[in-house]
């Protein structure tokens, strides 16, 4: 096995990751995009922040306070690796809100889409808002002085707060001096006045504004002397031993609800909140300036992200576009007909993904199928799929569905499918203890003339469609036999006992993907060395995992071209001369968020291409169940390069090029030359199929 390099030739995770929402930020900025969609943008990188303080910073301080002195592979320690977190995610931050304040808001307003200021709300508004509150907000708001019958009270993970400081005694003769409004989450966050009232077509105010300005409504006879907007983030791993509970479900759903109270890692609080507050509520979260973010503007920017939907305004959106039905699909609806034709390629979201659902209804109404086998990661709570899933069940089919109920943020849409599926009669299994399973996988059981056939459809994405529509995925339908029969492997492996089989074609995690793809790297110096033309190009969402690193620079050194598309965090540094000058890493930010894994590796001009469910990360290959399946079709193959990785190397419009100290550089089209934007030409060319 290849060794690791030492540590100064990896980058680090959490730094990464916060380079990747400067990328993400830089979409905001860009002013070829359109406005709404740069409002977006700017939803996005408070959404991905979010998560990255509530698992990523909330791990390096849990180390910190277990005094854990392990490095990771950059060597960096946990308190080394915060501080910097800190200092670039402030700095972020604070970007931020400058674009929102100085550049969004502003072109918004210039557009007639206009956010109330409560300073400048006219009488006729006013009035509006004030019979608004006690109509709509008032009998919902339950204030809580601070008292001691009153402690501070248990603060809900990322719900909007309000800090009020009082003067004077209430009707008990108590003068606690704070108070305590939780906004529930019920209550919009931004509120849409009648146009008559808001003197222009789109008028908005945010619903702090309004509890700022009636919160003396709340504490009758009492003085406010300040109000003040907070919100604080909390630690958002699942403490669950998988080896001790008897049910993984009812563990989950007792322990999902104490997600909203883990350890608080965040404060933020609006740029008019007085020190003292500030220090008062530190003290409460037990958090430091380290901690602390004061913002010039809404705490929560995520939930800017309907404006868009509630603002009939084509003219500053994407232009909306209808994906393409594949042309095998087109000629033949019958699915099953269709695959026996030859394997079928799907490319979202320029391709439609409603043959996956057809496939699905199809297998559920066909008199023919015998059984139905399907693994569950991210599906959403509004679901075709388990729909016809469910309806299977009810027309006698045997149904698995193997639903990894650990998928981040997703295990309680996950865990009232699986109840729902097992109401219905489905066999349903949670996987492996200790091993998510991510692996896309659906096998359909049919009687034919000659015999039983499995149908199966892979995939690089999970069986989501309203994601299916955002992100980039490859699909594959086939009834190839021998991918069918390690299909079928794989999920006895999943709902059974047993040891792993050796398959034809897949290649599974935690068993085989990790040694091979390092086989494949070696092999491509190997090629190197010997003279012959050797290249590696391959494109994912995180590029970690040191082993593959270490083979990657040695790679490099034998003189094989490696070309990465890594679209988020990469720990490997290209261009060191000697290590990885022939090393490049980029990364496509833009419409669609990329999500398709695809390894492609010369190998002496057979061109092995791979699509696969897992990243290049230790968790991946390691922690989890995988599959990475090869695309066996020449005509399809192509297909993979031409859409997949070519218009993407080409790409001088939203690739962002990485240098050896782990910066990014925009690539932008030279004067004269041809400007080439991988996601518009694939619109272009697949639309029109």
């Not at 604070?94 to 307003?109: D, I, K």
């Not at 939780?182 to 619903?207: D, N």
Request: with cysteine.
């Amino acid at each position: 096995m290849t060794a690791p390099h030492a540590q100064e030739y990896y980058l680090n995770r959490e730094l990464g990751l916060l380079a990747f929402n400067r990328r993400v930020l830089a979409q905001a900025e860009d002013e070829r995009n359109p406005l709404l969609e740069r409002l977006k943008f700017l939803c996005i990188v408070s959404s991905n922040l979010d998560e990255f303080f509530e698992v990523r910073t909330a791990g390096l301080k849990e180390q910190i306070a277990l005094h854990a002195t392990a490095t990771g592979p950059d060597g960096m320690s946990a308190r080394q690796a915060f501080k910097l977190v800190s200092e670039q995610a402030h700095e972020l931050v604070e970007h931020q809100y400058r674009l929102l304040n100085e550049g969004v808001l502003p072109e918004l307003a210039r557009h007639d889409i206009h956010f109330l200021r409560r300073t400048h709300w006219h009488d006729g508004q006013a009035e509006w808002i004030k019979d608004f509150f006690f109509r709509e907000l008032m009998p919902v708001l339950s204030p809580i002085g601070l008292d001691p019958a009153h402690p501070f009270p248990r603060v809900l993970n990322k719900s909007l707060n309000f800090a009020v400081e009082l003067e004077g005694k209430d009707a008990f003769g108590r003068a606690s001096g704070a108070a305590i409004v939780q906004a529930p989450r019920s209550l919009p966050r931004v509120i849409k006045l009648p146009p008559e009232v808001a003197g222009c077509e789109h008028g908005f105010v945010f619903l702090s504004s309004i509890i700022h300005a009636h919160v003396g409504e709340l504490f009758s006879g009492m003085e406010i002397k300040g109000c003040y907007q907070f919100r604080v983030t909390r630690n958002s791993n699942l403490f669950v031993d998988e080896e001790e509970v008897k049910n993984l479900r009812e563990a989950l759903q007792g322990e999902l609800p104490q997600r909203n109270y883990g350890n608080a890692v965040r404060l933020e609080v609006a740029d008019n909140c007085s020190e003292e507050m500030a220090g008062f509520l530190l003290g409460q979260f037990g958090l430091t300036q380290e901690d602390f973010y004061k913002v010039k503007g809404p705490v929560n920017l995520v939930r800017l992200m309907q404006i868009p939907d509630r603002v009939d305004r084509p003219d500053l959106k994407y232009s909306s576009f209808i994906p393409s039905i594949p042309p095998a699909v087109a000629k033949q609806p019958d699915m099953f007909q269709a695959i026996r034709s030859g394997d079928i390629l799907l490319h979202q979201p320029f391709e439609s993904f409603s043959p996956v659902v057809d496939f699905i209804q199809q297998a559920a109404n066909d008199p023919n199928v015998l059984a139905i086998k399907q693994t569950i990661y991210r599906t959403g709570t509004d679901s075709a799929l388990m729909e016809a899933l469910i309806k299977a069940v009810h027309s006698g089919k045997e149904v698995t569905v193997v639903v990894e109920l650990l998928a981040r943020f997703d295990e309680e849409a996950n865990i009232n499918w699986a109840g729902r599926l097992e109401e219905a009669g489905a066999h349903v299994v949670y996987g492996v203890v200790g091993y998510k399973t991510h692996a896309k996988m659906l096998l359909v059981v049919r009687r034919e003339e000659d015999g039983l056939r499995r149908y199966i459809h892979l995939g690089t994405g999970n069986y989501h469609p309203r994601t299916a529509k955002l992100y980039t995925d490859f699909g594959l339908f086939t009834c190839n036999e021998e991918i069918g029969s390690d299909v079928n492997d794989i999920f006895m492996q999943l709902t059974g006992l047993g040891q792993a089989s050796k398959l034809h074609h897949l290649l599974q995690s935690p068993f085989s993907l990790h040694r091979k793809m390092i086989e494949s790297i070696q092999a491509e110096a190997e090629n190197a060395r010997a003279g012959k033309k050797a290249f590696i190009v391959a494109k994912m969402n995180s590029l970690l995992e040191p082993q593959i690193i270490s083979a990657l620079y040695d790679a490099s050194k034998a003189g094989v071209k490696v070309d990465l598309i890594v679209r988020g965090v990469c720990a490997l540094r290209p261009g060191i001369p000697g290590v990885s000058e022939n090393i490049r890493v980029r990364s496509i930010i833009g419409r669609f968020l990329e999500h398709s894994r695809i390894f492609h590796f010369y190998n002496a001009g057979a061109h092995d291409i791979y699509l696969s469910s897992a990243d290049w990360m230790q968790r991946n290959f390691f922690r989890r169940v995988e599959i990475c399946f090869p695309v066996l079709n020449a005509k399809l193959k192509r297909r993979v390069i031409k859409e997949g990785l070519e218009p993407y190397l080409k790409d001088n419009c939203q690739a962002w090029e990485m240098d050896a100290e782990g910066n990014y550089r925009r690539k932008c089209p030279r004067s004269g030359s041809k400007v080439v934007c991988a996601q518009m030409e694939l619109m272009q060319a697949l639309l029109s199929h």
